[in-house]
């Protein structure tokens, strides 16, 4: 029997066939040559990104930007169990594509069907999206969503700033306790930020607090927020690899660094480091930063540059501009280092052994050269170096830093309700007549279910930063 399908229906199946199909065929070919796994891997950053308000990639989604409201412009009843009329096999079929593999002939038929409001009206519960916003945002018992966001807009504390243009965002959507994607973005008047969860305009975001929840024009709360330095350093734009913030962190510990001191940092690559000490001596210290590379000087240089406007814009005031970059090498440094007296020295850069005639000769005694380096391998061609300088330097330490993210959450139904707890069963006969059955307790009634009777999923996260650095911490002595 043959199936009637209107002309545009047609044409639509026959485009949805054919990403498909060339969607299929690409996986295919990625699972043939390992080497494009960069490839896929580029595809899934770019499904959360900043483009122009009517840029040609985005014109479809352009015009739906007043349906991207706060989540505190909706009701609990609209924001929780919105839903809108019954789908077609169309497109249901196209939901289930990645949004940034349709045509836009697809994205503006959707976004037709989307210019009604997102509005419940059968009063009926959609358990995703409820737990995407329950999961996401914690409320005070007996509160409205719309309550809230109105308190935080009217009442801005001491100190507080709201987003401006110009300033470094983090855009964040979490799922089940797991942070789906992150992207770091600058806001920009007239853009708007892209992802698989729909799109909100750079406009509506100018003016709200930090950390607040909006959503998107299909309705998804996403998380915006500032930047802070870590996130800047792991997703600004990188020359060489960049020294991670856990061992960053460390390593001004091992160095005792304070206010006010003066400090030597090499090799610049992308900027890290060179970041973390400046806050580390603020505005009455002064880093000496060196890099060899033309290339890497000049990202470490603009990395620097960007975070300080950003923060100017943010606080009203400047970062203290405390970094001198050079782009020298450091083992024939000795005329630029003539005159400096180093209260620590923090190296990142590759045979840390050949520079350290160089650099120990202006390092306060007593005081500490810490050494970041990728291999155990490096490590021993270190101590081998040091043997044979014989420098006035001590091993003090070798460390690795582990950080093990674990995954804490209240245990849910997939039908987005709280678990609850099962009392332990001691013996049939005890049992008190009229107590719920097992099935009963399964999940609860309650969407508040009273404290400890909630269960709990602990675990180590399934995604772990493996090692980075061997962390080796170097005291300079006197006889
Ligand atoms: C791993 S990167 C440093 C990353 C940096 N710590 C950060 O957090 O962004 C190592 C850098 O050391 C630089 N380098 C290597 N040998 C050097 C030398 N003798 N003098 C100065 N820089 C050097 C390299 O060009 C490279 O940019």
Not at 347 to 372: Q, S
Request: aromatic content about 6%; overall charge neutral; hydrophobic content about 35%.
């Amino acid at each position: 029997m043959a199936v009637q399908m209107p002309l545009g229906g047609a044409l639509l199946m026959h485009r949805l066939v054919r990403i498909c199909t060339s969607r299929q065929g690409h996986q295919r070919y990625r699972e043939l040559h390992p080497l494009l796994k960069i490839a896929t891997r580029t595809w899934e950053v770019r499904t959360f990104s900043a483009g122009p308000k009517n840029g040609s990639e985005n014109e479809d989604e352009a015009g739906s930007s007043a349906s991207s409201s706060p989540v505190p412009s909706l009701t609990p009843r609209q924001g929780l169990l919105s839903r809108r009329r019954p789908l077609s096999p169309l497109e249901r079929i196209s939901r289930l594509l990645p949004q940034d593999s349709l045509s836009p002939e697809v994205l503006q038929l959707r976004q037709e069907n989307q210019e009604e409001p997102e509005v419940d009206t059968r009063g009926g519960e959609d358990p995703a999206l409820k737990q995407d916003v329950s999961d996401s945002v914690v409320q005070p018992k007996g509160s409205d969503t719309q309550q809230n966001g109105s308190s935080c807009l009217s009442a801005t504390l001491p100190g507080e700033s709201l987003l401006v243009f110009g300033e470094l965002l983090v855009a964040e959507y979490r799922k089940k306790g797991w942070v789906e994607f992150r992207k770091m973005f600058k806001l920009q008047e007239g853009m708007r930020l892209h992802s698989s969860w729909g799109t909100i305009g750079h406009d509506e975001i100018a003016g709200q607090p930090s950390g607040r929840f909006l959503r998107t024009h299909l309705g998804m709360a996403i998380l915006v927020r500032r930047a802070s330095l870590e996130d800047y350093v792991l997703y600004m734009k990188r020359g060489p690899a960049i020294a991670y913030p856990k061992d960053a962190s460390s390593m001004l510990m091992m160095m005792d660094i304070t206010e006010g001191d003066i400090v030597l940092e090499s090799g610049s690559g992308s900027g890290a480091m060179s970041l973390f000490v400046s806050r580390a001596v603020g505005s009455k210290g002064k880093v000496l930063s060196v890099e060899v590379r033309e290339d890497h000087h000049k990202t470490a240089v603009c990395n620097y540059n960007r975070w300080r406007a950003s923060w100017r814009l943010q606080r009203g005031e400047e970062w203290p501009d405390n970094v001198c970059f050079h782009n020298a090498d450091l083992r024939t440094a000795s005329p630029l280092l003539a005159g400096w007296g180093f209260h620590s020295v923090a190296l990142d850069l590759i045979n840390p052994h050949l520079v350290l005639p160089t650099v120990i000769p202006h390092l306060h005694p007593g005081a500490v050269c810490a050494v970041y380096l990728a291999n155990i391998t490096q490590v021993i061609d270190l101590l081998e170096g040091l043997r044979c300088l014989a420098l006035p330097l001590l091993c003090e330490r070798i460390i690795e830093v582990p950080v093990r993210d674990w995954l804490v959450a209240p245990a849910r139904q997939k039908n987005g309700r709280f678990c609850t707890r099962k009392d332990p069963i001691v013996d049939q006969h005890q049992r008190v007549e009229n107590a719920p059955s097992d099935d009963d307790q399964e999940m609860t009634v309650s969407d508040h279910p009273p404290f400890g009777s909630v269960p709990y999923i602990a675990r180590p996260h399934p995604e772990q930063v493996s090692h980075t650095a061997f962390l080796v911490k170097l005291r300079k002595y006197t006889q």
